[in-house]
């Protein structure tokens, strides 16, 4: 083989390396804000099954389930200080 075929296939897997490793940070920002989205609906599934005792409730939407996956301890405070101010998110 000749070492200009060399050069250029090993310049196309660099190639290849750095678009991978470009695509690859948005897709882990995309995949941990689901996972912030599922944990946040768990837990307001979970206030929302105890405040039923109460008859309290919290919206279940994608921003409050956001809010409350990415900020947990805040995030439920937050929106549960809100339910009970009377704003509904």
């Known amino acids: ?6 050069f250029f296939i090993c310049l196309g897997l660099l190639g290849l390396y750095l678009m991978g490793s470009v ?4 897709l882990r920002l995309v995949l941990r804000l689901l996972w912030a989205m599922v944990v946040g609906t768990c837990l307001l599934g979970l206030i929302n099954l105890v405040g039923e005792l109460f008859h309290f409730h919290i919206a279940l939407n994608p921003l409050t389930a956001l809010a409350a996956g990415l900020y947990p301890v805040g995030g439920v405070l937050l929106l549960t200080l809100l339910a009970l101010a009377g704003f509904r998110a």
């Open 23 to 26: 695509l690859l940070a948005p």
């Open 1 to 6: 083989m000749e070492w200009k075929a060399v």
